[in-house]
């Protein structure tokens, strides 16, 4: 595991407002109506920003620390 505030920290939130920055161009290109980044409450737990497009949205999320690290076997399928 890595330690925290190290380069995968610091590579992992490079990535994460790139991430962001690609949400945003969707909607100045207009392949997305709106985005709410960090929302508030509990539609935001766990959330780092949701696009709206033709009125249904797209929860975008970091991956949990465990996501990470789980062995891929074949007793244990990856499941969304």
Do not use: Q
């Not at 994460?16 to 909607?27: H, I, M, N, P, Q």
């Not at 980044?37 to 737990?45: A, N, V």
């Not at 797209?58 to 499941?79: C, G, K, N, Y």
Request: glycine share 10%.
């Amino acid at each position: 595991m890595p330690l925290s505030g190290g380069a995968a920290d610091k590579f992992g939130n490079r990535f994460e407002g790139r991430w962001t920055v690609l949400g945003l161009a969707d909607v100045l290109d207009e392949r997305a109506d709106a985005i709410r980044l960090e929302p508030p409450g509990e539609e935001g737990s766990g959330v780092e920003f949701w696009l709206c497009r033709a009125a249904s949205y797209e929860f975008h999320a970091r991956a949990p620390a465990w996501f990470a690290h789980r062995p891929a076997t074949a007793s244990t399928p990856f499941v969304l």
